[in-house]
């Protein structure tokens, strides 16, 4: 995988503007004089500490940063103000208008979207700025009608254990005991059985596209990076005309069953972090729906 490396500064395309050195989280550009007292800018990083957020290439004014291993900074003018290129109140419009869709048109979804869905889950934050996320897209209908029946027989499993709850209630406790024993697992789990019979498909609802993320189990923040890029892929694809819901129990099973992650060809060492679908909707809302109030405590 390519990476960003930062090399030095082109002395002479450097006006000294010193913007580089406000960027640079890790304070890695600096100024020193030479024997002549003049002011130069130096990047130092000789500990490696530089994480490649490229802030600094998409600051100098003069193109004046070095650098290897990676695509040009992408420079437009509206960076400098993002607040104008989408109001508040269009935003929230947008953030309320995203609604998870279980119900989808037939019709595929064109690959330059999906490209575009991943293309926006790229530029997404990332701890560290690791960028680690690997991605697999499914829109062979078989293929996403054999994980559905996959996902799904996690189900049934769940619905054989139910016959022996009570022999097993006295081995969990907490949510799970709660959720052993509650009514509405048992209607849950017949209403899933009967329903799939029809031939509804409750785990993936027929999406065109699923999209899968997985990735190197480094850090805590792993399943926090894999959240913020699907996120990012969820507006992508609203703004595309498409709909998305995250499939949890599909993220479940897959990072539960070695087996399951294997079929998939997903790496030994990497885990599923996401799942999602992605489609047309078949449904037009109407607006947002209600959330709860905020709970927040002000320290101020
Ligand atoms: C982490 C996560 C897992 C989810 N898993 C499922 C799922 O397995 N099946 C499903 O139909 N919806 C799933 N959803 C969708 C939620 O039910 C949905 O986001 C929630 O009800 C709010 O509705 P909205 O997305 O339309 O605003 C999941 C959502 C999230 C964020």
């Known amino acids: 995988m390519s990476r960003l490396k930062i090399l030095g500064i082109d002395e002479k395309k450097c006006i000294k503007c010193e913007d580089c050195i406000l960027s640079c989280s890790p304070r890695l550009f600096q100024v020193i004089k030479n024997k002549k007292m003049e002011k130069k800018i130096i990047f130092d990083d000789r500990f490696h500490r530089c994480f490649r957020c490229g802030h600094c290439l998409t ?6 940063i070095l650098y290897e291993g990676s695509e040009p900074p992408e420079l437009f003018n509206e960076a400098k103000h993002p607040e104008k290129i989408l109001s508040f109140d269009d935003l929230m419009k947008l953030i309320r208008s995203r609604k998870s869709i279980r119900v989808f048109k037939e019709d595929p979804v064109p690959k330059e979207k999906i490209e575009a869905i991943l293309e926006a889950m790229r530029y997404s934050p990332s ?26 027989s996690m189900m049934l499993k769940l619905g054989k254990l139910l016959k022996f709850k009570y022999l097993l209630a006295p081995f969990v406790t907490g949510v799970l005991r709660r959720r052993l024993l509650s009514p509405r697992t048992k209607y849950s789990l017949d209403m899933y059985v009967e329903r799939t019979k029809k031939g509804d498909d409750l785990m993936l609802f027929k999406a065109p596209c699923v999209i899968i993320l997985h990735a190197p189990q480094y850090s805590r923040m792993s399943a926090a990076d894999a959240g913020i890029a699907i996120t990012h892929g969820m507006f992508a694809a609203l703004s595309l005309g498409l709909g998305t819901c995250w499939i949890g129990f599909a993220h479940e099973y897959l990072s ?37 109030p905020l709970k927040v405590q002000w320290m101020e």
Do not use: H, M, W
């Open 59 to 64: 600051i100098c004014p003069v193109d004046a």
């Open 127 to 152: 701890a560290s700025n690791r960028q680690n996320r690997e991605y697999i897209v499914i829109t062979d209908k078989e293929k996403i009608a054999s994980l559905s029946n996959d996902v799904g």
């Open 256 to 292: 539960r069953f070695k087996k399951a992650r294997r079929k998939l060809g997903i790496p030994k060492r990497n885990d599923v972090f996401g799942v999602f679908i992605v489609g047309y909707p078949d449904l037009e809302f109407l607006g947002g729906a209600p959330r709860r």
